[in-house]
């Protein structure tokens, strides 16, 4: 009984939790709602997230807008070609002592991914040696600098942008660097109603910084809670089933996915699937996991873990269709139940 | 403003005073068991309807072929269908018995509760997991089914499927009232059917030909294969082949017993038998007798002879004595041995048949007032065909009288014996009974012993009249070519048979002829036993026969002058032509008009082409017929 209520209402508190950060972020940036969504979900789940926009849709400033509302350290790397990977980690540098006595030593300078909330900013600018200096700290929330291993303070999260358009001067992030991201969001242009509303509080007095609403704690009690959501075996089985259809080597996967790609999702694509979908149950107050939460994390979850081939690139096949063909042929529930259900 | 989770952690046992007891997660079990329970036994009997809808299908389907087998009688057992696909159904459906976790998933489907159900009871067989998840997932579980309206969650019974489940059965009443299908007309090869015969008398007596003693060793040899052959023919016929086939082979064996008859006028015994035949010829009152001789029918010249020997005066028997005598000689004289031996017994034969003929018609005489009826009708008989069949048959009726005569009765014909034997005294004794034999008969007839022995005489004349071995061997060749000739003819004439035939008889194999439905009934001619499906439905043929046919048409007169030919063979419809329609058959000796001296002697002659000029051939197709018949 104990457990029961204390879990009840852990639950209603992330989910008030959710809606506070929701409403300190809404002072800020206007709509994409379902960006901000999926972002929480990425911070909750304790994966990072990689946004995709044109330039100027404020995926910047929603970063910056979600940092000031977290009481956490928050840096922010802007990549460029010349970027080098000891400007991300940092580095030793000879220090002469002070006062003429000849002597040196190295000091540690450490460098901005030593903070806790990281906008990675156009990191498709970098070269590919910069950006895989994010790999360790992003898997292993741990750097290396000069043989020393340095941990990273935890909450630890990468919020990292890209622009899908200046393709020129740019370097695509690596198969192995995509994955390591449990979300690709993708930023929509805003409706008429919101740039109106982006209009009137750009052009107007500065607008002031939203209040720190959730602290490290917070932030770890939501990840913490966010485990125990339950999740039952068919819906594991669900997660896995679409996963494995992604794979065209598989006999069950649907003809679309034969034909447009090269390699499907694998582990982490499951492991996405319902960490996210735990982190959308619990914002929605339920203590276990639903068909529809993975229904409706599989597309930011597998959009980017999908390599096409040549056909599906070449036949102009997007991952979106294909995760969204996915969604609609793997089934759910067993044939016979799923029958029964629609008989009625 | 900082929301304070940890806050919110610490006092949560505050919040938890506040808290109303929930259920226990017992309820939410209980209540799962009790739509379970709903659930499957809906599932059940859906499943058990469908092996129903299909089953009646199936029934029904069968049924269908049932009706184009023409099997009426199965057609509504095939609703036995139906009954195993429901079984099958129900088998089925506790095979796939939905687990917990299928009604559960059912459950959510049906309620909308995101799979809430299914957590709850995919956690109660978890170990290790939260209990703080799942004690709130059950309650929640539990809520959802104490919430859930029973008839929105209930699986339906019926679906579209068991729309099949009137329409079988509809089509199963359909299939079964509705009148079978007419049969399929099957032609078969002309003769081709199968053909059973379990007695055919003429082939018996070509059997016995085997067993014919003959004097010459190769006719014994030739007889006997044709015995031989006769007898694997019957066995053959017993077991059933084909009609063409039987009419073959009977065909065949005609044609050698007829090869058989024709041999003593072979070439070698030809001219003999021309210079007997002209001898015999001369006497008028041998023409008759020639005529027969000259036809190689030998049967025919021994009646005439028997006839002769009961007629004829004594100088008149004298005189064919002389010319039978001569006639061997001739024949003889011709290197004809076999005519001339046959010539020289029928000289004996008329002595004999004479004296036996005298003899009888002198004790019967005898009898006077005191003849019986049938003996006096025997007698008339006797005296009009004078053969040794009326002899005999007349010697039997002697003997019966003489058996049933009363002492007075026989006193009287001894009498009248001794009275005859004076009357002899004065006469020749010529060829009748002597005047010992009378006074032998006399006495005879005074004591028992002697009636009895003259009764035995009696019948031994009935029974062993004298006889030509020549004659015998022909009667029965004759015999046995005449009724092969018969059964071959009857074979053809019979007709497809229904099953049940041949228990005496020919009958032929089960023929599918068309019919308003049933087995085929009785056909023409045949004495089918079979009673089968056959009421109300006849095979062709039958009365009971319900052809759609119009029998109402008229075959119109022919207009002509009348009939210009005439044909005086015997037709046989059925069997095929012997050595032409089936190869098999050798030709019959004498049929063949254009080789020479093969026809019949005395009265048309191959050689006398010109004769085609003296027929009743018409004028215009003289000259081709006779072109034809040349030699």
Same mark, same amino acid.
């Given at each position: 009984?104990?457990?029961?209520?204390?879990?009840?209402?852990?639950?209603?508190?992330?989910?008030?939790?959710?809606?506070?950060?929701?409403?300190?972020?809404?002072?800020?940036?206007?709509?994409?709602?379902?960006?901000?969504?999926?972002?929480?979900?990425?911070?909750?789940?304790?994966?990072?997230?990689?946004?995709?926009?044109?330039?100027?849709?404020?995926?910047?400033?929603?970063?910056?807008?979600?940092?000031?509302?977290?009481?956490?350290?928050?840096?922010?790397?802007?990549?460029?070609? !010349?970027?080098?990977?000891? !400007?991300?980690?940092?580095?030793?540098?000879?220090?002469?002592?002070?006062?003429?006595?000849?002597?040196?030593?190295?000091?540690?300078?450490?460098?901005?991914?030593?903070?806790?909330?990281?906008?990675?900013?156009?990191?498709?600018?970098?070269?590919?040696?910069?950006?895989?200096?994010?790999?360790?700290?992003?898997?292993?929330?741990?750097?290396?600098?000069?043989?020393?291993?340095?941990?990273?303070?935890?909450?630890?999260?990468?919020?990292?942008?890209?622009?899908?358009?200046?393709?020129?001067?740019?370097?695509?992030?690596?198969?192995?660097?995509?994955?390591?991201?449990?979300?690709?969001?993708?930023?929509?242009?805003?409706?008429?109603?919101?740039?109106?509303?982006?209009?009137?509080?750009?052009?107007?007095?500065?607008?002031?910084?939203?209040?720190?609403?959730?602290?490290?704690?917070?932030?770890?009690?939501?990840?913490?809670?966010?485990?125990?959501?339950?999740?039952?075996?068919?819906?594991?089985?669900?997660?896995?089933?679409?996963?494995?259809?992604?794979?065209?080597?598989?006999?069950?996967?649907?003809?679309?996915?034969?034909?447009?790609?090269?390699?499907?999702?694998?582990?982490?694509?499951?492991?996405?699937?319902?960490?996210?979908?735990?982190?959308?149950?619990?914002?929605?107050?339920?203590?276990?996991?639903?068909?529809?939460?993975?229904?409706?994390?599989?597309?930011?979850?597998?959009?980017?873990?999908?390599?096409?081939?040549?056909?599906?690139?070449?036949?102009?096949?997007?991952?979106?269709?294909?995760?969204?063909?996915?969604?609609?042929?793997?089934?759910?529930?067993?044939?016979?139940?799923?029958?029964?259900?629609?008989?009625? | 403003?900082?929301?304070?989770?940890?806050?919110?952690?610490?006092?949560?046992?505050?919040?938890?005073?506040?808290?109303?007891?929930?259920?226990?997660?017992?309820?939410?079990?209980?209540?799962?068991?009790?739509?379970?329970?709903?659930?499957?036994?809906?599932?059940?009997?859906?499943?058990?309807?469908?092996?129903?809808?299909?089953?009646?299908?199936?029934?029904?389907?069968?049924?269908?072929?049932?009706?184009?087998?023409?099997?009426?009688?199965?057609?509504?057992?095939?609703?036995?269908?139906?009954?195993? =696909?429901?079984?099958?159904?129900?088998?089925?459906?506790?095979?796939?018995?939905?687990?917990?976790?299928?009604?559960?998933?059912?459950?959510?489907?049906?309620?909308?509760?995101?799979?809430?159900?299914?957590?709850?009871?995919?956690?109660?067989?978890?170990? =290790?997991?939260?209990?703080?998840?799942?004690?709130?997932?059950?309650?929640?579980?539990?809520?959802?089914?104490?919430?859930?309206?029973?008839?929105?969650?209930?699986?339906?019974?019926?679906?579209?499927?068991?729309?099949?489940?009137?329409?079988?059965?509809?089509?199963?009443?359909?299939?079964?009232?509705?009148?079978?299908?007419?049969?399929?007309?099957?032609?078969?090869?002309?003769?081709?059917?199968?053909?059973?015969?379990?007695?055919?008398?003429?082939?018996?007596?070509?059997?016995?030909?085997?067993?014919?003693?003959?004097?010459?060793?190769?006719?014994?040899?030739?007889?006997?294969?044709?015995?031989?052959?006769?007898?694997?023919?019957?066995?053959?016929?017993?077991?059933? @082949?084909?009609?063409?086939?039987?009419?073959?082979?009977?065909?065949?064996?005609?044609?050698?017993?007829?090869?058989?008859?024709?041999?003593?006028?072979?070439?070698?015994?030809?001219?003999?038998?021309?210079?007997?035949?002209?001898?015999?010829?001369?006497?008028?009152?041998?023409?008759?007798?020639?005529?027969?001789?000259?036809?190689?029918?030998?049967?025919?010249?021994?009646?005439?002879?028997?006839?002769?020997?009961?007629?004829?005066?004594?100088?008149?028997?004298?005189?064919?004595?002389?010319?039978?005598?001569?006639?061997?000689?001739?024949?003889?004289?011709?290197?004809?041995?076999?005519?001339?031996?046959?010539?020289?017994?029928?000289?004996?034969?008329?002595?004999?048949?004479?004296?036996?003929?005298?003899?009888?018609?002198?004790?019967?005489?005898?009898?006077?007032?005191?003849?019986?009826?049938?003996?006096?009708?025997?007698?008339?008989?006797?005296?009009?065909?004078?053969?040794?069949?009326?002899?005999?048959?007349?010697?039997?009726?002697?003997?019966?009288?003489?058996?049933? @005569?009363?002492?007075?009765?026989?006193?009287?014909?001894?009498?009248?014996?001794?009275?005859?034997?004076?009357?002899?005294?004065?006469?020749?004794?010529?060829?009748?009974?002597?005047?010992?034999?009378?006074?032998?008969?006399?006495?005879?007839?005074?004591?028992?012993?002697?009636?009895?022995?003259?009764?035995?005489?009696?019948?031994?004349?009935?029974?062993?009249?004298?006889?030509?071995?020549?004659?015998?061997?022909?009667?029965?060749?004759?015999?046995?070519?005449?009724?092969?000739?018969?059964?071959?003819?009857?074979? /053809?004439?019979?007709?497809?048979?229904?099953? /049940?035939?041949?228990?005496?008889?020919?009958?032929?194999?089960?023929?599918?002829?068309?019919?308003?439905?049933?087995?085929?009934?009785?056909?023409?001619? /045949?004495?089918?036993?079979?009673?089968?499906?056959?009421?109300?439905?006849?095979?062709?043929?039958?009365?009971?026969?319900?052809?759609?046919?119009?029998?109402? /048409?008229?075959?119109?007169?022919?207009?002509?002058?009348?009939?210009?030919?005439?044909?005086?063979?015997?037709?046989?419809?059925?069997?095929?032509?012997?050595?032409?329609?089936?190869?098999?058959?050798?030709?019959?000796?004498?049929?063949?008009?254009?080789?020479?001296?093969?026809?019949?002697?005395?009265?048309?002659?191959?050689?006398?082409?010109?004769?085609?000029?003296?027929?009743?051939?018409?004028?215009?197709?003289?000259?081709?017929?006779?072109?034809?018949?040349?030699?």
């Amino acid at each position: 009984m104990t457990n029961l209520a204390s879990f009840e209402v852990r639950l209603a508190q992330a989910s008030q939790a959710s809606q506070l950060l929701r409403g300190a972020i809404a002072t800020v940036v206007v709509g994409q709602d379902a960006v901000v969504d999926q972002v929480l979900w990425g911070i909750i789940a304790g994966g990072h997230v990689l946004l995709e926009g044109a330039p100027g849709l404020g995926k910047t400033l929603l970063v910056r807008t979600l940092a000031s509302a977290l009481d956490l350290v928050f840096s922010r790397i802007q990549f460029t070609p !010349d970027l080098m990977p000891s !400007d991300v980690t940092g580095t030793t540098v000879l220090i002469m002592d002070a006062g003429g006595s000849g002597g040196r030593h190295f000091s540690l300078h450490k460098g901005p991914i030593f903070g806790q909330v990281i906008l990675a900013d156009e990191i498709n600018r970098a070269t590919p040696k910069t950006q895989s200096a994010l790999l360790e700290a992003m898997q292993e929330h741990a750097v290396t600098i000069a043989g020393e291993r340095h941990r990273l303070q935890e909450p630890f999260f990468v919020l990292a942008t890209e622009n899908p358009i200046e393709m020129e001067g740019t370097y695509p992030l690596p198969e192995a660097q995509l994955d390591r991201f449990l979300l690709k969001v993708m930023v929509p242009m805003p409706t008429e109603d919101e740039l109106t509303q982006i209009l009137v509080r750009t052009t107007g007095h500065e607008v002031a910084p939203p209040a720190k609403v959730l602290g490290q704690d917070d932030v770890l009690a939501l990840r913490s809670l966010c485990r125990d959501i339950a999740v039952a075996e068919p819906v594991l089985r669900y997660a896995a089933r679409m996963v494995a259809a992604s794979d065209p080597s598989s006999s069950f996967a649907p003809e679309k996915v034969k034909q447009a790609v090269r390699f499907g999702a694998g582990v982490r694509g499951a492991q996405s699937l319902i960490l996210s979908s735990k982190a959308v149950a619990m914002l929605e107050g339920r203590a276990h996991v639903a068909f529809a939460d993975v229904q409706r994390v599989a597309l930011p979850c597998l959009r980017h873990r999908i390599i096409r081939s040549f056909e599906g690139e070449a036949d102009g096949v997007t991952t979106d269709e294909i995760v969204q063909e996915l969604i609609r042929s793997v089934p759910s529930r067993p044939e016979s139940v799923d029958q029964a259900v629609r008989r009625g | 403003m900082r929301v304070g989770l940890l806050h919110v952690r610490r006092s949560a046992t505050d919040t938890l005073m506040r808290t109303e007891p929930r259920a226990e997660p017992n309820r939410f079990y209980g209540l799962f068991e009790k739509w379970a329970r709903r659930v499957r036994a809906r599932m059940t009997i859906h499943r058990a309807l469908t092996g129903l809808a299909i089953g009646l299908v199936v029934g029904a389907l069968l049924a269908v072929g049932a009706w184009r087998l023409r099997q009426g009688a199965v057609r509504p057992y095939m609703a036995a269908a139906g009954v195993v =696909g429901l079984m099958l159904g129900a088998g089925w459906a506790l095979r796939r018995r939905w687990s917990d976790v299928e009604v559960a998933l059912y459950l959510d489907g049906r309620l909308a509760s995101k799979e809430t159900i299914t957590t709850a009871i995919a956690l109660r067989d978890e170990e =290790g997991e939260d209990d703080a998840a799942r004690a709130v997932v059950v309650t929640k579980a539990a809520e959802v089914l104490a919430a859930g309206n029973p008839k929105r969650a209930r699986p339906a019974v019926l679906s579209a499927v068991h729309l099949l489940i009137p329409v079988g059965v509809g089509a199963l009443v359909w299939v079964s009232i509705t009148e079978l299908p007419l049969a399929p007309v099957t032609a078969i090869e002309p003769g081709a059917d199968i053909v059973r015969v379990a007695e055919i008398e003429a082939l018996e007596k070509a059997v016995e030909l085997g067993r014919l003693e003959t004097p010459d060793p190769e006719q014994r040899e030739r007889l006997k294969k044709i015995g031989e052959d006769a007898r694997k023919l019957k066995e053959q016929l017993e077991k059933g @082949m084909e009609r063409r086939e039987a009419q073959s082979e009977m065909a065949r064996l005609r044609d050698e017993i007829a090869a058989e008859r024709a041999r003593m006028s072979g070439s070698e015994q030809r001219a003999g038998l021309e210079a007997a035949h002209g001898r015999l010829a001369q006497e008028k009152m041998l023409k008759e007798a020639a005529k027969a001789l000259g036809d190689r029918d030998l049967t025919r010249f021994d009646e005439e002879m028997q006839k002769l020997a009961n007629q004829l005066e004594k100088q008149d028997r004298e005189l064919a004595k002389k010319a039978l005598e001569e006639a061997a000689e001739e024949a003889r004289k011709n290197n004809a041995k076999d005519v001339a031996k046959m010539l020289e017994e029928q000289k004996r034969l008329l002595e004999e048949r004479a004296k036996r003929d005298e003899a009888l018609r002198q004790f019967a005489d005898a009898f006077g007032d005191d003849m019986p009826p049938q003996m006096k009708e025997q007698l008339d008989e006797f005296r009009e065909q004078g053969t040794d069949e009326s002899a005999g048959r007349l010697a039997e009726r002697m003997a019966d009288a003489l058996k049933n @005569m009363t002492p007075e009765e026989r006193k009287r014909l001894a009498e009248r014996l001794k009275e005859q034997m004076n009357k002899q005294d004065g006469e020749s004794p010529g060829e009748s009974m002597t005047k010992e034999q009378l006074e032998e008969l006399a006495d005879r007839l005074e004591t028992p012993e002697g009636q009895r022995a003259l009764e035995e005489m009696l019948r031994k004349m009935a029974n062993e009249p004298p006889h030509s071995d020549e004659a015998e061997r022909d009667r029965a060749l004759g015999d046995a070519e005449k009724g092969l000739g018969e059964a071959e003819r009857e074979l /053809g004439q019979q007709g497809p048979q229904g099953p /049940g035939q041949g228990q005496k008889g020919l009958g032929t194999a089960p023929v599918p002829v068309p019919n308003s439905g049933g087995t085929p009934g009785a056909s023409p001619g /045949g004495n089918s036993t079979d009673k089968g499906n056959s009421k109300d439905m006849g095979g062709t043929g039958s009365h009971h026969d319900k052809g759609r046919g119009d029998h109402k /048409g008229s075959t119109p007169e022919i207009e002509g002058d009348g009939f210009r030919a005439r044909a005086g063979g015997k037709l046989n419809p059925g069997a095929p032509m012997p050595g032409v329609v089936t190869g098999r058959g050798k030709g019959r000796a004498g049929e063949s008009a254009n080789v020479r001296g093969l026809d019949g002697i005395g009265e048309a002659s191959t050689g006398e082409v010109g004769g085609v000029e003296r027929s009743e051939i018409p004028e215009e197709y003289r000259e081709q017929v006779g072109r034809y018949f040349s030699p």
